[in-house]
Each structure stands twice: as structure tokens, then as C-alpha cells.
Nanobody, 114 residues
Framework: QVQLVESGGGLVQPGGSLRLSCAAS????????MGWYRQAPGKQRELVAS???????FYAGSIKGRFTISRDNAKNTLYLQMNSLKPEDTAVYYC????????WGRGTQVTVSS
């Protein structure tokens, strides 16, 4: 099974930016869809953004216009550029990849606080 490793999380002030990366152990061409989910304390995990092999993207309404998902097939890496961060964006962010089954990373913490 493919390994997914997230990085790029941290503490940022409201209005700031972060870029998350998700490095896959194998070729991401095998994934029909990749995405970022997040889970805040006491809440269910939710889909933030996804991108298909063909490049079609989906964004949750709460982050539309602020976050951008992209993939670098040559580097087998998925990204999430997060701008204009808000305290409500605080969560653990997980990378997901789907081929015939779901694969998950272990997550990276994003904290937005002054």
C-alpha cells in the first residue's frame, strides 16, 4: 500500500498562509483522485479539497477562494496552498488518495491563532 506523508503544517496568525505537501511513496498516476481532509477537535473529518487524475477540482464552500489544491506528478506530491487563514481553519489536515481503496497520511497540525 502506498505511503502518504504530509508536511508544512504549523502555527500561523490569522490572515497568514501555509502550503501543505503530501509526498507519496509511489507514482500518483495510479490515483484516480487525491484530496485533503481536515478534522478539528470534537468534529468529524471533512473534505476540504480534491483533485482528479484529469485535473478536475472540488473545494468545500468554507475555503473556496482561499485554498488551492494542486499536484506535481513528476514529484509524486500533492499540495494545498492555504491563504487568508482563519482561526476556524485550525485542524489536523490529512492527505487522501484513492485508487481501488483509500490511503491516508497521518496528518499535519495547522493552528491559526494570534
Amino acid at each position: 500500500q502506498v505511503q502518504l506523508v504530509e508536511s508544512g503544517g504549523g502555527l500561523v496568525q490569522p490572515g497568514g498562509s501555509l502550503r501543505l505537501s503530501c509526498a507519496a511513496s509511489g507514482s500518483i498516476f495510479s490515483f484516480l483522485r487525491m484530496g485533503w481532509y481536515r478534522q478539528a477537535p470534537g468534529k468529524q473529518r471533512e473534505l476540504v479539497a480534491s483533485i482528479t487524475l484529469g485535473g478536475n477540482t472540488f473545494y468545500a464552500g468554507s475555503i473556496k477562494g482561499r485554498f488551492t489544491i494542486s499536484r506535481d506528478n513528476a514529484k509524486n506530491t500533492l499540495y494545498l496552498q492555504m491563504n487568508s487563514l482563519k482561526p476556524e481553519d485550525t485542524a489536523v489536515y490529512y492527505c487522501n488518495a484513492y485508487a481501488t481503496q483509500d490511503s491516508w497520511g497521518r496528518g499535519t497540525q495547522v493552528t491559526v491563532s494570534s
